[in-house]
């Protein structure tokens, strides 16, 4: 089954990585990413991600559909879904917005859910930034933010899209 996004299919671009590499992959574009080697940095992909059964991985990573069948260490954020297979071994925290593990899978960490909508102190963390910038950005409108009572509530999808335009910070 083909995944349309725009005008390209997400499986129109496939990416298999069997090597050993390290440093900082960022996808702007949605791909299928199969990770069967080793893998150590940081690791942001839209569309999916596959960890294979004989992967290392020591990584932040971000994605939209993250499946792991290796051993991940380090945090993991899945904006759609984290499939965790019977030989997956993550040690590290994860951030799913579903989340399923099949029995088997071994998870040494804390979950935390993605909501649909955050408060400050959850959008802080989910950005990686101080609480002051996020109330800033809430304040002077530059995030997009919704005002309940004295509270800031921020959806999900529209920080995503937000930073994805490049306006974080703007």
């Not at 954020?77 to 951030?95: C, F, H, S």
């Not at 959850?122 to 950005?127: F, G, I, N, T, W």
């Amino acid at each position: 089954m083909a995944f349309t996004t725009g005008r390209k299919k997400i499986e129109d671009k496939i990416m298999d990585v069997d090597v050993e590499m390290q440093g900082s992959l960022n996808f702007k574009e949605p791909v299928n990413l199969r990770i069967n080697g080793k893998f150590q940095g940081i690791l942001e992909t839209k569309g999916n991600l596959t960890v294979g059964q004989a992967a290392v991985v020591i990584a932040e990573i971000t994605g939209d559909n993250i499946v792991v069948g290796g051993r991940v260490k380090g945090r993991i954020t899945a904006k759609e879904r984290l499939t965790l297979l019977p030989t997956a071994m993550v040690e590290g925290d994860i951030y799913p917005a579903k989340l399923n593990i099949a029995e088997g899978a071994i998870l040494e960490g804390r979950c935390m859910m993605l909501h649909d909508f955050m408060n400050c102190e959850e959008l802080a963390r989910y950005l990686e930034v101080d609480l002051s910038s996020v109330m800033e950005w809430a304040n002077s409108g530059k995030a997009p933010a919704l005002k309940e009572g004295n509270d800031w509530k921020f959806e999900r999808k529209a920080i995503d899209s937000w930073i994805a335009e490049g306006k974080i910070g703007k």
